[in-house]
Each structure stands twice: as C-alpha cells, then as structure tokens.
C-alpha cells in the first residue's frame, strides 16, 4: 500500500502538469447506464447490486461510462473538459495475477477535444508517467483505427466486418501469427475449444500480411511504406497526414522513436475506438502485457443519445503495473511508516514515552510508542524489525537516572547513547501555534535518518 | 475534488506522522461476514450485491468490520497491529446534506492494544489532524463506558438495558433534555411517531440528570466532581482513575482543556464499544455533528469467534467535514490544477504552442495547451475564466514576428509581453535525464505565479 500509494502519488502529480482536473464519480450506477455501453463480455461481467428500493443497479466496469454519462448530464461542465480519475472498478472475471476481480483504473481524457494535438498529448502524457514512475525501459505503440479502415479497402473486406478482423488482430502478440491466419480464415481447436473463423480468403490474408509486415523503430519508415502500400486508395493520404502530425508533435514533445512507436498490429478490440489508438508495455516485464491502454473515441455520447462530442484518452492499469514494478523489483519495499519506535520498557515513565513521542513527530519524524502486549525489550526489537522501522529508542531506569537514551538502528546493528537536555533551542511545529524546545534527541535521530537514507 | 484530494493528503501526513500503516480492503464483503457484525440498523442499509456465482455479498457500510475480518484471517500480522484506511462505504439512508449513501471514511486504529496510553494517542491524532486542516475551533469530548456503566449502577439500572439508555443520551444535542426526559421513561409522539419509552422510573431518572449536570471546561473539575457522586459505587476508583490517566497523558501531549473535553454526555450509540469513547466537533459549525467518531472497542473478534483482541480507534466523515469546511469558508475555492493556459489562435504554430507547454511543464508549472473547438480569442479567454486558471500565454504571427508572447494575468486583468528568447540556461527536468534550454518565458511565468500567490 505504501509502494501504491507512492505510485498514484506520481502518476496523479504528471497528470495535474497537464492541467488534468480530478473527477469522482460513485461506484454504482444504475444499470440501465452500463448496459447501454458494455459489450455482450461486460455484461456478463457485471456485479448487480441491490437495495430495499429495488432499482436495478450495478458496479462500473470501467471509469470511461460514468464519464459519458457525466458529460451527458451536466451539459453546463466547461468544454474541454480534461479530467483523471483514480478509483477502482468491478469485473466478475477469473481471478489471475495481474487480473483482479476489484482492480483500480487510473484514467485522463479530454472531452470536446477534436484536433489530434489531443492525442499527441495523451501519448506524450503516458510517457511522462512511465518515466515519472521509474519504471525502466518501456514503450508506447500506437497505430489508428483510420489505418486499420484503409487496410480493409486495401484488402477488400466490408468496414463492417472490420470489428471482428481487428479483434483477432489485437490477440496477434498473445496467440501468434499462424492462430491469426487461422482465426482470420477457417478458424482453429485450441484446448477443445472451437474458435470460429472470419472467413477471409487467401487474398485477402496475404493483403494483411503485407500490412503487418511493415515494421520499423523509425515511425517516419512506418508512414513511408505504408504511403507506399495504400497508394491507391481511397482517401489514404489525408488518413497518414494525421499519423504523421502526430508523431511530428511527439517529436517537439521530447517522445523520440525509442520511446513511442508506430505499430501497425495495434488494433484495440474495443468498439468504441474511431481514430488514433494507443499501449504502453514494460520492457523487461511484457509478460504483464499493456499497462496504458487508450485511443480515441469521438462517438460514445452517441450511444447515449446525445450528441456526438469527440474525445481521446488513456487507461492506466494501477494493479496490472504494480505487479509488473513489484517483478521488477522497482517498487520499494517499505513496510513501515515510522521511522522511530519508542521502546515501552516501564511504565512509569510513560510520560517521558509520550514527551519523546511528541517532541520527534513535532519535527516531522514519524515515531510509533509501542504499545502492545510485550514487555520483554528483545520481542520489542523484534516487532520493530518485522514492522521495518529503521531507529529504536530505549529508555529505561538507568537511562533516566543518566539522562540519556539509547538509540538503536536496526539496520546496522549498532546503538549509541545520546543525551536528553534541552538544548534551549526553539523549532516552530507543524501548525506554527507555540514553540517547543527541542530536545539534543531530535538533532540525533535526524542525523542517523540522514545517514540510513544515505545508505540504504 | 481538489480541495478533497488536498484534505485526504493533510490527515494521512499527520496519521503517519503516528507510524499508522495503510491498508486497503475490496469494497465487496462476504454478507456473512457483514450481517454478523450489523446492527439491525445496518442490516436494512446494505447494498446487496450479486454476480453470475450467485454468492451471498454485499459492500462494506464502515471500515472497522472488514478490519476485524481482516485480522482474523490472518493471525501473522505484526500486532500491534496499527492502519489507516481512507475508502467509501455504502449505507442505503435517507439523503441529506452531509449525508450521502456513498461517502468516505477516514478511520485510524491500533488492534492489539490494550493500555489507556493508546486512546489518549487516537485522541492526541484526532486534535493534530483538526489543527493541521486548519478547521478554526474544534472540540474533542471524551467519556467512557465504564463511566456510563458506573452510572447505571448509581441509578439502579441493570447492565443489561445500558445500551437502551445510552442510545437515548446520545440524542441530548440532537432532542434536547425534554425530549431525553420523556424517551427515557413513558416514551412520547414525535412528528407523528410513537417513540417507546425505556421505562424508567423517576428516582433513576433524576440520577442520571445529576450526572448529566456535571459540565466543566476543566477535565480535573469534572473528574473530582465524578469521584464525589460516585462515592459509594463499586469500582469507581479504578474506572476514574483510567479516564484521569488518559487526561494526563492528553496534558503531555499537548491537548489542553481548550481542545479535550471530558463530556459525559457523549455515549456514542454503536453498541460494540467497551471502553473510552471519543467524537469532536467544529465549533463554528456544530449543526454538522461530530466529524469524527471513537472509541474503544475490546470485543469485536469475538463476534467472528475469534479470541479477544484490544483495540481503540477512530474514524473521520471526510465528506461530512469537507461540507463543513465548505460552511466554513476554509476550503479553498482552486477549480484549476492549471496555473497557465497557452491560447491555440493559429494552427500554424502549434509546434510553437507544444514546445512553450512542454518547457512550463519541465519547469514544474502545470500548463494547459487550449484543444477545444473555439477558434476567438475571446472565447478561450472565456474557458480560462471559466476554469479558473491565472495565466494566459497569447501568440500569434504578430507576436512570432516580435519574438515575444502576452502573457495576461486573468485575476488582475493585466498583460504584459514577455521575450521568447533562450537565455542558454540550464535546467534539470523531472525526470533528471536530460537538460532543456529554459525561455525567458519560465521565468516571466514563475515570477507572475509568485506574485498571484502573494496576493489571493
């Protein structure tokens, strides 16, 4: 939890640089909203929920919904309107690592938002958290369903068959090329399984193929080929012009070909996409598959009957992620939250526990005073050490008659004794409201703070 | 949501400062789980929920059941065990204002502690978080079961109908003393209901309203008054002496009489506390009840068959004190994470505009580009307004030409056009991986922020 709430931290301060603004919206909606929205898989995915009232009801599957549904009932929101939210959502699927059934989404999309500089800013956005995060090498993908279109007129296949094609197309990197063509032609046994066929023909195939075949890092080779290849189709200029602005604006964003990539295999089985489409993998961890997924997807208000407000956006995956850093080993294993524990050793010098206690949180050193069941000082260690905190004080009948206390770091093994007086030097606390003195203690355990941090 | 997100950052700074540790639960409970521990009350308040299993579950309505569900399953957490958690809960009520069938708990507590030092510490954390959020005025009121228990006693009541009684004393703010009067004994009519009475007799009655009577400033007032009505009743030393240990303990750290009070009026109705009890208020804004509610509770794992497990804590309604903020006037009015929107007037220089936000940015000045449809000036100027963000940046051919931007100050109405030039400085960006040349715009813009700052 400490990790995750380091890593929302973050990724919530990128956004704000954008001037993302935040939004909440409840975790039930009625059902009515998420049905109209939700594939025939989402609805077989729902958590119904039920109360005395007997509304039918439901937890959101995703964040994008409750945003349409935002936007559609209070038409009086300033336009764009360029919102994150953080907040989890309910899929009722078969739990797995990495794939929860309660998992947290943690979105920005600009509403009203038609130009492509939108996208080009969704992109470079999820470049900035990535390496806001630290999270070692990784890599934006982003292709455009207006591509994929004029792959379809290239390959002669209907646009409304296009749905199904970039389905089987987005599974590419999962199932492999061969259980693509497959899939596209007759369909395949996989595990018992009869997986139906799109029932392309050869000529069609060979016509994809060609279009997958183009691969380079450089995005400007990309749009070259494919200028080549859709030569003589219909309106394929305009459709490249636009992925090219893009990428020239990635490169004024500081997004070069190492980080952001043109992949044609990219499709996004989601319906709703209409233009550019993006994800974001690890890597060292693409086991965990993509951790942003986003696009563009100018007619979802249609669905609610409104009127058609263009839109783009991303989805970052905060389990899926954590996961990924957690394999990584990038996400930092603090357990504890003090960086002190007061030994609790007599209890009649509860009052000099609590003074200590005050004096070191007033300076803004998190201190925990043990209080559990334990007297003996060496299973006080020991929950010091299982909890992770670094510093120990111990202060017993010997100390107080010496006017000292031992310090123990916990991580080196080492302890020394320091005093207690008052150094008659004065420190504002945290609300500014009185002066306390501060004790030679506080100056002490700084210091061996500053040397641990150094170390560790 | 940002003045939320800003409150929710303030108490988790200060319940670290403590050394508590986050934890974080599903929203979905087992109903088994949450039907054992609800009151009746609680029962009728659920949000079932179902999935395609068909198990019997349902969303959590506070965050100290699933915390002791938590601890019983797994027995090798460090105790004490000590956690924050910040979450929704759901309970199916009535709407008000400051009452939401969605809303946020913010609760701390210590699971393994038995020693009174622990409530004094959930109390020292309740008045530094109310300080730290700059509330103005708060009152913490204490008292404590074993008070209340002494009283029934006193009064010859028999422990088993305390809980009756307490459900009533709770009420006095809310129904005043009349009404305690008559629901105390022969019931009465209310808005058309019948409230039943408890039934007691007017000699019990007059004992409690000497109790009731005994209201000071001093917590020592209140204390010696207690230990004279209480003169003959068994065991009244010992349960006083533990209220005036807590007291001096509060002393030591800093909560004086003006912010603790010893109130024996508060019962806190939940019928799971054993111990102190604790609840505090905003002064200037009292109608909204107690913003955060406590105590100790030593019995709840019995409840799921466990063994009996120490514990006392607290919980804040963020919703509730954020309504009461707003009252207050003490929540900030910021709409915008924006401090700069750059005006989009000439597609022509949109790679201008994108570099001018990428290098803001990089400085660590959140900057809007303006994407949406308005192509006027004035228009944008508008949604800036609108929005609530400070700076402007205006650049057109004109200004291109010049080598220079307008940068208009949307609060003071003022403008003033500044270089573009590069000044051949250097700056480290977020990420420390590479350097930028830093416009003389950077600067211009910081130093206008600064200035806003200073003034609003």
Known sequence: MLARNRVIDTVRQVYESYGFVPLQTPAVEFLEVLSNSAGEEAQKQLFFVQTQDREALALRFDLTVPLARVIMQHPDLPRPFRRYQVSPVWRFDKPAKGRYREFTQFDIDAVGVESEVGDAEIIACMCDTLKALNVGPYQVRISSRALL??????AAIPQDRGIDVFRVLDKLEKIGIDNVRRELT?????????????????????????FLAIRSNHRGDVLHQLRGLFEHVHGATEAIDVVERISTIL??????????????????????????????????????????GGGRYDDLTLRFGGERIPATGASLGVDRLLDAMEHLGRLGTHKATARVLIANMDASLTLDYVTFARELREAGIPTELYL??????????????????????IYGSNEKANGTVTIKDMFAGRQQAVGTAKRGEWLATRSGQHLVPRHELVTSVRRLLDEINGVY
């Open 149 to 154: 279109n004029l792959l379809l007129d290239y």
């Open 186 to 210: 007759t369909g395949y046994v996989y595990s018992g399984d009869n997986i139906r066929g799109v029932g392309l023909r050869t000529s069609q195939l060979e016509r994809i193929e060609e």
């Open 372 to 393: 559990g069941m334990e007297r003996s000082i060496g299973r006080q260690l020991k929950y010091a050490d299982q909890c992770n905190v670094p510093l120990v004080l």
């Open 251 to 292: 490169d004024e964003m500081g997004c070069s070909d190492d980080q952001v990539v043109l992949d044609l295999s990219i499709a996004r089985g989601l319906s709703y996409y209409t233009g550019p489409v993006f994800e974001a993998v690890l890597l060292d961890a693409p086991q965990f598959g993509s951790v942003f």
